[in-house]
Nanobody
């Protein structure tokens, strides 16, 4: 069983858009916060966007604020990441994440990366 299944990655040109999807099999009671992370070769995994499962409050890393939008459809157990104005610097493997612990602010998922559950990732490549 795959708990987090990402899709929607691909190759786009500079300035293009993509929407990533993550189908979540973890019960809502065990994933108070959801997030999207990315990792470039040789770099640490970077937190990008977060959403509270109940209530939908969102927060973003400064690097993507204004360009990326996280959303969810709880009826479909799916979390999305809309990515606009993509640049080659956005090229990375993108991961959906679920936090199995309580956070007063889901933004804290980014600083506590080791406790999160992650999917297998989906590759995003932006050409110049």
């Amino acid at each position: 069983q795959v708990d987090l299944a990402e899709s929607g990655g691909g190759s786009v040109e500079n300035g293009g858009s993509l929407r990533l999807s993550c189908v979540v099999s973890i019960p809502r009671s065990r994933r108070e916060c959801m997030g999207w992370f990315r990792q470039r070769p040789g770099d640490a995994r970077e937190g990008l966007a977060y959403i509270r499962t109940d209530g939908g409050v969102t927060s973003y890393a400064d690097s993507v604020k204004g360009r990326f939008t996280i959303s969810q459809d709880n009826a479909k157990n799916t979390v999305y990441l809309q990515m606009d104005s993509l640049t080659p610097e956005d090229t990375a493997m993108y991961y959906c994440a679920a936090a199995p612990v309580h956070y007063s602010d889901c933004l804290l998922m980014g600083s506590n990366r080791m406790v999160n559950f992650y999917g297998q990732g989906t590759q995003v490549t932006v050409s110049s």
